[in-house]
């Protein structure tokens, strides 16, 4: 793995930054999605308070599904002393505590640290009824792995590295790409074990799991859900689907009328488990205004994605030992294999049934969630798994590799050779990340051809 330190000095080098797994979409971005980075552990667990004293984040706790503070049964500590246990509060803007009634609301009067990204230029304090002060501390957007570009993606004209890259041996450029999907593959692995830090095994990698099933138009609605009805709750209850599909706000009355026979008996049998379930869990539903529903493929549809979440559950104990050994024909044989009766033959629940049968995770979703969960989840105890992740072929191409390879390459004849396995597809996406979607001047200042010249000596 030493030529992820290599391109990480190629980086350092061009003084940019990195762009990678974005939850938070590009522009501004809603409270909801910031309170599900934050409980992920994205943004770390230790900070400084506005005051200058250190702050660490114990426990997260829970997120809250009534009124009051955003997370609660949470500890920290301050200036490394004894855990101080309450709730936390999550605001974009620091004057968000008075201005949404907190500080006359007994119901924060056990806070224990509120986070703000905005100080609105002005102290804020943030003090309880009892007027006991709340330590504060602001988070940074910049130190998310996901930030937001600071423009539109380029379009997908040759670049000036073109030239340069083309100059280059074959194994050079090999040396470079493999260069990037390394430093990629390990920080794809550094956000995982912050999520481990945050919530342990089993929640870490349930949570990567379903954000994979999401795709990338509903990352953000199975983030919420995994987080909200977590893997450890699941498996003691019971009632998966159900639990699953009434949180996710999919069990809804008019899918009844008019619906075949089938998707009656699967309905019905999944609305009396959430029927005695509802009462508890309602806060926690997610807005139905974050799903995506379409603009995709049928077979992509986020409720067969959901049923497909269920199923691993389901499997928990296979899942887990699988994440461990991380063979890549195992992972894929135990996915490739779950099962589902009902969801096997529908697109949706106001679907008709199909003829012939539907794998609840097809390959290529299978082969994203070995480079985006599995090969993260082992590659830093077990660095010599890179060399599977390295003949790791590519199931599908995208539109984002299809324009990166349009900047670096062009019409160079080895691109089709050079990205043929997944490995390489992701250095690409890394290159084009770091370089081609932080450039402002349409490669003009763009530093990648002079750092390419100076790793090839």
Not at 78 to 104: N, Q, S, V
Not at 363 to 384: C, G, H, K
């Amino acid at each position: 793995m030493n030529l992820a330190r290599r391109y990480g000095e190629l980086l350092r080098g061009a003084g940019e930054g990195s762009v990678q797994d974005e939850l938070i979409p590009a522009g501004a971005a809603p409270e909801i999605e910031l309170q599900a980075r934050w409980f992920s552990g994205e943004f770390g667990r230790e900070f400084r308070t506005v005051d200058g004293r250190a702050v660490k984040v114990i426990q997260f706790g829970v997120w809250n599904r009534e009124a009051g503070p955003d997370f609660a049964e949470a500890a920290v500590s301050i200036d490394a002393g004894p855990p101080m246990r309450g709730a936390i509060e999550l605001d974009l803007d620091a004057r968000d505590w008075e201005r949404h009634g907190h500080a006359t609301n007994p119901a924060y009067e056990n806070v224990v640290l509120h986070v703000f990204f905005n100080s609105g230029g002005a102290a804020a304090f943030s003090r309880t009824a009892s007027n006991r002060s709340v330590p504060q501390a602001q988070l940074d957007l910049r130190s998310l792995a996901g930030a937001p570009p600071p423009n539109p993606v380029p379009l997908a004209a040759p670049g000036r590295c073109v030239a340069p890259l083309r100059d280059l041996d074959l194994a050079t450029v090999r040396e470079i790409l493999e260069g990037a999907a390394q430093y990629r593959l390990q920080r794809k692995a550094a956000r995982l074990q912050r999520r481990r830090e945050a919530h342990g095994e089993d929640e870490a990698l349930y949570q990567a799991l379903a954000e994979t099933l999401g795709y990338k138009s509903n990352k953000l609605p199975f983030a919420l859900l995994a987080q909200r009805v977590p893997v450890r709750l699941l498996r003691r209850k019971g009632d998966i689907d159900a639990l699953l599909f009434g949180v996710a706000g999919f069990l809804k009355s008019e899918d009844f009328p008019g619906a075949a026979p089938a998707t009656k008996a699967y309905l019905r049998q999944l609305w009396e488990k959430w029927w005695a379930l509802r009462a508890e869990w309602e806060g926690l539903i997610v807005p139905a205004k974050l799903w995506k529903m379409g603009g995709q493929r049928p077979v992509n549809h986020p409720q067969r994605r959901l049923a497909a979440l269920a199923a691993i559950v389901a499997q928990w104990p296979k899942v887990r030992s699988a994440a461990q050994e991380c063979s890549a024909a195992k992972i894929q044989k135990l996915l490739g294999g779950l099962h589902d009766g009902y969801w096997q033959h529908h697109y949706t629940v106001r679907s008709g049934a199909t003829k012939s049968a539907m794998a609840l995770i097809g390959a290529s979703r299978v082969t994203e969630m070995l480079i985006n969960v599995f090969y993260p989840w082992i590659i830093l105890d077990q660095p010599e798994k890179w060399e599977a992740y390295r003949a790791l072929p590519a199931e599908l191409s995208n539109q984002r590799t299809e324009v990166a390879a349009a900047r670096l390459f062009a019409n160079d004849e080895r691109q089709a050779g050079l990205l043929r396995s997944a490995a390489m597809q992701q250095g690409l996406l890394q290159i084009y990340e770091d370089f081609c979607m932080q450039d402002e001047s349409d490669c003009a200042a763009c530093l990648f051809p002079r750092q390419v010249a100076h790793w090839s000596g």
